[in-house]
């Protein structure tokens, strides 16, 4: 049985007895017998913590990863250093095991960890104003499509083909309740074809950049479209190759959102990840999430509290625009924490050495033979390509050379797919030149 | 045998008042500490090519110098962030009777377990014949989290209550749509959380809210007059958010089945209820859990948290996908549900979360589980019973994990305000309990003590409380005085928004 309640056996014959009661099946007096669940529930026993231990290693080790299986997989999910310093100050228990910020005076911990962490969205993202996080990408986006929606009524949203699979699932699951009319724009050659959009008054048109083939895509054509129409131009950038390119918001976007898994957080089987979101300053009435802002206490001392509240649920009920509540904001921590790590230098660094690593892998697989481009437009940390053998073959049998060979993705109807015959290619810092080689020569072996 | 060398009477765990601090000053952002040419990172050494970035990105492309950012040593870092972790209060620390929110103290294994780099650095897209530990970790917690609830089958991922809430409507949507109907209504009661009727008109619906009636419940005869063929669902937590058990869910559950609506329970409150009675056996269709409350995922500051949904068998087919499951030959896949309605996550929500969920699980068992939730509602009733007599009770019925109190008649006699209360409490060690919430309650603290908190350490929040109740006149007005700032200017943020240490610099 668990051990997490604190009383004995005497204490709790002495408080039921302060209230009346004779045993702590009376506690629950007021639940009518027909619903009670009489017969317990059909779990196992409590184990001790030993055992829990135990059990929890022999599920991680049915895992691979690591060492056994040498990543070079991301499609949204980055195999990045995490350095012990975020590490462990990420995981100091005051910032785990506390609330959300409500009495700002006992979370001043939180609330200024989130003012620097936005003021670092902020400048990545090239726009005046981000929040304190969101679910993950996908939430991110759909967010910023809510807050592009006309306030009165449903809308069109021109979502590119190339924005990442998944997101775009999410995106469409969201819209039978939203009622937005989700048009996807197909791909051309790994690009947005802006040109191929349907008649139609977008309210918002939604890039990735680099986009999910690892593809830069032409930002300013995006941003050609949506001034078209009046629409609100979201970009979904990495934060990782931002380190080397120019912000969304120089590039024109009203919105930005992101994936900021790979500041700081491991890749987790997909979760728990952290939500970009940052936006022009004029849009900050509509920003969905918390966002903290800095003032001053009674003794005219800096403060952190969270604003302009009046936006969200508690207070809107149903007349807000978003719903959440409970965010992300311990990953956002850890990513203020990897963002100082790193530093302006530090940034720069990364993503150059990712952008270096994918060069290299991705010259020495185009030398194997029957390897080809699956597009030829430019690529930065990440690419495709088309492999004598299905792709979805070669990454079974690459598990069984001790490499998670990238993903399956592919094309159909002019939308990016994941499970495809092509192999999205990711290479991060962490690669080495021992390792690639070994891959490619591994690849080699696979695809005769 | 009590040792000699222990007080008789112990001392209250959760009271923080002997938190060391070493002044009084602000601590400089981080922003502050940054000095040109400082740096804490280093990288492997790949033996690659070093190619300039001029090579690697199109001129139109690459920034001209890099994103500012900070230049700080690794060891300023780690002094900042400590020193932020100091301004911090935590479950760790003290108590935290946050009512709604269940602030339960989170067993360390828990973390461990999240931690194992097993499940910490496995990609997602790793193909499911390699990450069999994962698919059979989500497997046994979807059953296992269907057993605690009733429910035929469950989807993990939702990454936290609200979106959990979002899921479940957009079911009972695509179950109405499967039916060939199209209802247009959502009935929540007007003690619900905020999220349900936000996420009532993100699921495309109309809210319409039910009066509680003088016993702080459901009251049924207005339930009855707005229940027709346009009300898809009715959204309910039971216990309630005055921590009162809806006696009557069996004849709400009928009525609204009658009608052809389906019942949604927001499982906030599931804490109260664990073992003993399941929102499946009281007829309810959807079910979200927010893991982060009744599972001991620690609530990081505001997440992540994971909000799970099971529903009944006539639902399952529309469930978000894809979901873990176990083959005859003993193996683990993912598969999509026939009718999904889709996916709610970029992969399959906050696992590493999901994984604490499951050690806890373990650590508890069926029986620790019924324990937590004895624990919780006895707590919860002992506090209580101390505090009647000083604070009004609105609604003074058998507790469960949680009770709401007032000062209303308190701020009659001295003007003390269940704001000043919670900053009071603030002084005392303790975090404040939720206030203005629920909204029907006038001067409202909503106190859920959790069932990890000791006997001691509740007769020290009564304590304390009753002292805040009987000081004089403007006393509370002042506080707190004790913690790292003062009361904190609320609409100066508002109104001179500084969102960012740029702002901060460049004052619009
Ligand atoms: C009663 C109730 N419902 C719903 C929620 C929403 O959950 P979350 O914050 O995880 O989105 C909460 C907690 O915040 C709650 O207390």
């Not at chain 1, 990442?164 to 724009?185: L, M, Q, Y």
């Not at chain 2, 349900?196 to 702080?216: F, H, I, K, M, Q």
């Not at chain 2, 009525?255 to 599931?270: Q, T």
Request: overall charge negative; aromatic content about 6%.
């Amino acid at each position: 049985m668990g051990h997490f309640v604190p009383h004995s056996d005497a204490d709790i014959e002495r408080m039921l007895a302060d209230l009346g009661l004779a045993s702590l099946d009376e506690l629950f007096a007021v639940v009518p017998d027909a619903l009670r669940l009489a017969r317990g529930l059909a779990l196992e026993p409590g184990r001790s913590e030993p055992d829990v231990a135990f059990e929890m290693e022999r599920l991680a080790a049915a895992n691979r990863c690591g060492p056994e299986l040498v990543c070079f997989a991301g499609a949204g999910a980055y195999d990045h250093e995490v350095p012990a310093a975020t590490r462990r100050l990420g995981s100091r228990s005051e910032f785990v095991t506390a609330y959300t910020p409500y009495q700002p005076e006992v979370s001043q911990g939180v609330l200024q960890a989130l003012f620097e962490y936005q003021t670092f969205v902020s400048r990545l993202a090239g726009l005046e104003i981000a929040n304190a996080s969101l679910y993950d990408g996908a939430s991110a986006t759909v967010e910023a499509l809510n807050m592009a929606a006309s306030p009165k009524g449903h809308s069109t949203m021109w979502v590119s083909g190339a924005l990442h699979p998944n997101w775009r699932a999410v995106i469409k699951t969201f819209a039978a309740g939203s009622g937005h009319e989700i048009v996807e724009i197909p791909t051309r050659d790994g690009r947005t074809d802006w040109d191929a959009a349907p008649p139609g008054e977008p309210a918002a048109v939604v890039v990735a950049n680099p986009n999910f083939f690892g593809v830069l895509e032409d930002v300013s054509a995006a941003r050609t479209a949506a001034d078209l129409h009046g629409a609100a131009l979201v970009v979904a950038f990495d934060p990782v190759s931002a380190g080397l390119l120019r912000t969304p918001g120089e590039m024109g976007a009203d919105i930005a959102v992101g994936e900021g898994q790979p500041l700081g957080t491991p890749m987790s089987f997909g979760g728990p990840y952290l939500g970009l979101f940052a936006c022009r300053r004029d849009l900050v009435r509509r920003l969905p999430g918390r966002l903290v802002g800095r003032t001053r206490d009674v003794a005219g001392r800096n403060a952190y509290v969270t604003t302009l509240r009046a936006r969200e649920q508690d207070i809107r009920r149903e007349k807000a625009s978003s719903n959440v509540c409970t965010n992300q904001t311990l990953i956002a921590v850890a990513a203020m924490i990897q963002l100082s790590w790193l530093g302006t230098s530090g940034l720069a660094e990364l993503a150059l050495r990712c952008a270096r690593g994918a060069r290299y892998t991705r010259e020495a697989l185009l030398g194997l033979p029957g390897v080809e481009e699956f597009v030829t437009a430019a690529t930065l940390r990440e690419f495709a390509l088309k492999l004598p053998v299905d792709a979805t073959t070669v990454v079974e049998r690459m598990a069984e050379e001790g490499f998670l060979a990238g993903v399956a993705v592919g094309v159909e109807s002019g939308l990016a797919t994941i499970d495809g015959e092509a192999l999205l290619v990711s290479v991060t810092e962490r690669r080495t030149k021992e390792q690639i080689d070994r891959y490619v020569e591994c690849v080699g072996k696979v695809i005769r | 045998m009590t040792s000699e060398h222990n007080a008789r009477v112990p001392a209250p765990a959760g009271r923080a008042t002997s938190a060391p601090v070493m002044g009084r000053d602000s601590e400089a952002t981080i922003f502050e500490y940054s000095s040109p040419g400082r740096r804490a990172w280093s990288f492997r050494s790949t033996g690659l090519p070093e190619w300039d970035a001029s090579e690697l990105v199109a001129p139109g492309l690459l920034r001209g110098a890099p994103v500012e950012l900070v230049e700080v040593p690794e060891r300023d870092l780690v002094a900042h962030v400590t020193r932020l972790t100091h301004r911090q209060y935590s479950v760790d620390l003290g108590a935290y009777p946050l009512g709604s929110c269940t602030m339960k103290y989170n067993p360390k294994l828990c973390d461990d377990a999240a931690s194992l780099p097993g499940l910490a650095n496995v990609h997602p897209a790793t193909p499911a014949s390699h990450c069999q530990g994962w698919l059979e970790l989500l497997w046994s917690l979807s059953n296992a989290l269907c057993e605690v609830t009733g429910m035929k089958a469950a989807t993990l991922a939702p990454p936290a209550g609200a979106a959990g809430e979002l899921t479940g409507l957009l079911l009972m949507r695509a179950w109405h749509d499967s039916q060939g109907e199209t209802r247009t209504k959502v009935i929540i009661p007007d003690s619900a959380h905020g999220t349900n009727p936000a996420s009532v008109t993100l699921g495309g619906y109309e809210t319409v809210t039910v009066p509680s009636d003088d016993r702080g419940l459901v009251d049924m005869t207005a339930l009855r007059n707005r229940l027709d063929g346009d009300v898809a669902g009715i959204m309910l937590t039971n216990p309630n958010t005055l921590g009162l058990f809806e006696e009557d869910i069996a004849e709400i559950a009928a009525a609204a089945h009658d009608v052809g609506a389906l019942l949604y329970y927001d499982g906030a409150n599931l804490n109260a209820i664990l073992g003993v009675t399941r929102p499946g056996d009281m007829g309810f269709d959807i079910v979200h859990m927010n893991l982060h409350k009744t599972f001991a995922v620690p609530h990081g500051g505001g997440g992540p948290g994971a909000g799970p949904v099971a529903v009944s068998a006539r639902l399952e087919d529309f469930l978000p996908g894809p979901l873990a499951q176990r083959g005859d030959d003993g193996t683990f896949a993912w598969v999509n549900p026939a009718r999904s309605i889709g996916r709610v996550h970029s992969w399959y929500g906050n696992a590493l979360a999901l994984a604490r969920a499951w050690s806890y699980i373990l650590a508890n068992g069926g029986d620790g589980l019924r324990r937590v939730a004895e624990g919780a509602v006895l707590n919860s009733n002992w506090l209580k019973s101390r505090l009647r007599g000083t604070y009004d009770i609105p609604f003074d019925r058998p507790a469960m994990h949680e009770f709401v109190a007032s000062t209303s008649t308190l701020k009659k006699q001295t003007g003390l305000r269940a704001l000043d209360v919670a900053k009071r409490m603030l002084e005392e060690g303790f975090h404040a309990p939720t206030v203005y919430f629920p909204l029907i309650v006038e001067e409202a603290l909503m106190i859920e003590p959790t069932e990890t908190e000791s006997v001691e350490t509740l007769e020290a929040l009564a304590e304390a409380l009753i002292r805040i109740a009987g000081e004089v006149a403007g006393e509370a007005a002042h506080a707190p005085r004790s913690t790292p700032v003062g009361r904190v200017d609320e609409a100066l943020a508002a109104r001179r928004l500084q969102a960012t240490w740029d702002a901060v610099c460049q004052p619009s």
